[in-house]
């Protein structure tokens, strides 16, 4: 590397660099295309992924540039240093550097996947890269111009492929910006019609990932929720609330449909939105009988355009505007995701695919970005839009849903908060906690336990979480003391949560296969105007009951399409026949006319509950009453108890897969 400059001048160095990186940059696009296709086709079509693809082609070669640039000024640094390297010699250099580092991380991820790095094994790895490519570009050296100039005319026809690609990207994704341009505040694509009936207003406030078994309004040994334990005594309290899956687009859905999620078929983070959910959901019945509805929505899985649901709504700002930026790249709510969703998030599905957790841009980013230590979307910012729009003279009655991200991972409460159950400063950022997440759920989709190891950390998780109730807690108990004044007594106000989260069982948050109470059992709390009493209500109750209640309490009929019914009568010290509840998880299967094959799904019938794994034909079989923590799996034991649930099981999907076959 340090052999004097030979030959003419170098000239269009800039160019020289540009047009290698742009053709490596282009082929690991492609090849990443043809990864996410395979998992993308299982909820979309490739007319919905080909502006994906396009909108992804831009942004990466807008990377591509900038990387490009860096390279540019790192060269001339060197040579302003009186390093003696020409332009061939340093893209060899790059090219083995970058070789040696892909091969390494290659052969780690391919034959010890469960061998945990540390940093300084990392930087010893870059190092040693660092090293050989030094030695290789100095043995190589003298034939380097000569190699440079082969790959570059040999690149020409890529580089011309690639190219036309880009620009043809151009116009296709001009074509789906202007096509589904914002919708605004206001909307009136579905005309209220008022009937002359005094109905109440209603507020539905849902907490992202908060268990029921972690609150202490459910008898939880730490006291995580005073206020709502306090508010409660005078509200109607059901103590078994099954969420309709385990994570939160499929549940949401379940929740603003009334519909399971076999019927309504989004079994994805990302999927197709439910069936008929412009014209089948909650906000569209309530809006054509005559409410003003709103949607406070942080988490952009849970968005009311994801739902498909957006005409029904009147008032619904973005999902980006509850979020502090603080960060460069943060789950959802960093600066740059933040300016991607605000430009294409309503009309391109992915179009946030450059900063997803697998592709390599993210990990780059993770590397130089803040270490963010506290949240990024606090309650307040929701809860205080809500009282600002009551502020105004809106119409009534009003629906507004109010989805508040925390307590959903990561779990960075203020200052205030932390401490209170654990003082520990280990796994207090954003990144620490991703990164445990992460390596867990590698063992989660092969129905593995994680390793007695990690045990400690998720038992630290577990606390931090427990710091974050408390702080959502408390935020609620502003809220509603603001909310309070403004309600004038004629507000119906209901508590939930699309799931639970789960640090029992060797599994840690949500999502995945298993179905264990700790991410299915959700509170629900529901407080009429002027009610004075508590009502504690102990029967099986499934979270596409919930939509179907809020009708009655409006004295709205319930359409038939809805798969819930009302538990007002329970409310109200009547008594009403006991029913099976369902919690499912399919993200296994491609939505949209295919058969379920694959996934678990839950039932519950009294003290009994079943979990079945379809794919391994696996079951277990639990009295909760019993055995709350689910520690002792009675198929062998009570074998009658379990095929007779398995058979009710079986005949149901049997059900759901002719529906979803004809096509109803």
């Known amino acids: 590397m340090t052999s004097e400059v030979k030959g003419p001048p170098e000239k269009n160095i800039f160019r020289q660099l540009f047009r290698p990186v742009f053709v490596v940059f282009s082929l690991y696009l492609l090849g990443d295309a043809f990864n996410r296709w395979d998992g993308f086709s299982y909820y979309a079509s490739f007319s919905e992924f080909l502006p994906s693809v396009s909108l992804a082609f831009i942004l990466w070669s807008i990377v591509a540039i900038m990387a490009a640039i860096l390279l540019w000024m790192s060269f001339c640094l060197l040579r302003i240093a009186g390093l003696k390297i020409n332009i061939s010699q340093f893209i060899l250099y790059m090219a083995g550097f970058i070789l040696f580092a892909l091969v390494s991380w290659k052969v780690k991820k391919t034959v010890w996947p469960d061998l945990k790095t540390t940093l300084q094994v990392k930087l010893m790895v870059l190092a040693s890269a660092a090293l050989i490519s ?56 579905l005309q209220a019609v008022n009937d002359g009936r005094a109905r109440p207003n209603i507020i539905l406030v849902t907490f992202d990932a ?93 968005s009311i355009r994801v739902l498909g649901m957006s005409d029904s709504f009147d008032i619904a700002p973005l999902t980006s505007e509850f979020s502090e930026t603080s960060s460069l790249f943060g789950w959802k709510f960093g600066v740059i995701d933040k300016m991607l969703y605000r430009a294409f998030g309503d009309k391109i599905r992915l179009h946030n695919w450059i900063l997803k957790n697998e592709f390599i841009l993210s990990r780059i980013l993770n590397l130089i970005s803040r270490n963010v230590s506290q949240t990024e979307v606090p309650p307040e910012k929701a809860f205080d839009r809500l009282l600002e729009i009551m502020d105004h003279d809106i119409p009534k009655p009003f629906f507004a849903w109010v989805h508040i991200f925390p307590p959903h991972d990561p779990y960075l409460p203020p200052e205030t908060f932390k401490g209170k159950y654990n003082v ?51 935020r609620f108990e502003e809220f509603m003391e603001k909310a309070g004044g403004k309600t004038a007594g004629d507000t119906i106000f209901i508590v939930t949560a699309d799931h639970g989260e789960s640090f029992e069982h060797g599994y840690l948050t949500h999502g995945g296969p298993f179905l264990y109470e700790q991410v299915t059992h959700v509170p629900l709390v529901i407080k009429e105007p002027g009610q004075d009493t508590g009502v504690v209500v102990n029967n099986n109750v499934e979270q596409v009951d919930i939509p179907t209640t809020i009708l009655d309490l409006a004295d709205i009929a319930a ?39 694959k996934g678990s799904i839950a039932l519950w019938e009294g003290q009994y509950k079943l979990i079945h794994y379809l794919e391994r034909e696996e079951s277990l079989l639990f009295n909760i009453s019993r055995d709350p923590e689910e520690l002792e799996n009675l198929m062998d034991k009570e074998p009658d108890v379990g095929q007779r649930l398995l058979n009710i099981l079986q005949a149901e999907l049997k059900q759901a897969n002719y529906k979803i076959r004809s096509g109803e």
């Open 424 to 474: 520990s400063p280990e796994l207090r950022t954003y990144k620490a906690q991703e990164k445990l997440i992460e390596e867990s759920y590698s063992y989660l989709f092969r129905y593995q336990p994680i390793p007695s190891e990690m045990l400690g950390a998720s038992d630290l998780m577990k606390d931090y979480y427990d710091e974050y109730v408390a702080y959502i807690d408390k």
């Open 559 to 597: 359409p038939s399409w809805m798969e819930g019914r009302s538990v007002v009568p329970l409310m109200h010290g009547e008594n009403i026949p006991p029913k099976l509840v369902f919690s499912m998880n399919f993200e296994e299967n491609p939505s949209r006319g295919h058969a379920i094959e």
């Open 210 to 302: 908060l268990g029921a078994r972690h609150m202490s309004l459910y008898a939880y040994p730490r006291d995580t929720t005073p206020f709502i334990r306090r508010w409660a005594e005078n509200a109607t309290v059901f103590s078994l609330v099954e969420s309709s899956s385990n994570f939160t687009t499929p549940a949401a859905a379940s929740l603003m449909t009334g519909k399971r999620v076999w019927t309504h078929q989004t079994y994805h983070i990302e999927g197709t939105k439910p069936v008929r959910s412009s014209t089948e959901s909650l906000p569209a019945v309530l809006k054509n009988n005559g409410y003003f509805n709103i949607a406070l929505v942080v988490n952009p899985f849970a």
């Open 134 to 189: 030094c030695l290789i570009t100095w043995l190589f050296r003298g034939g380097a111009e000569k190699a440079n100039a082969a790959v570059q005319e040999r690149i020409s026809p890529l580089i011309w492929l690639f190219g036309s690609l880009l620009i043809l990207s151009l116009p296709i994704v001009a074509f789906h910006t202007l096509l589904k341009p914002d919708k605004g505040e206001l909307s009136q694509a």
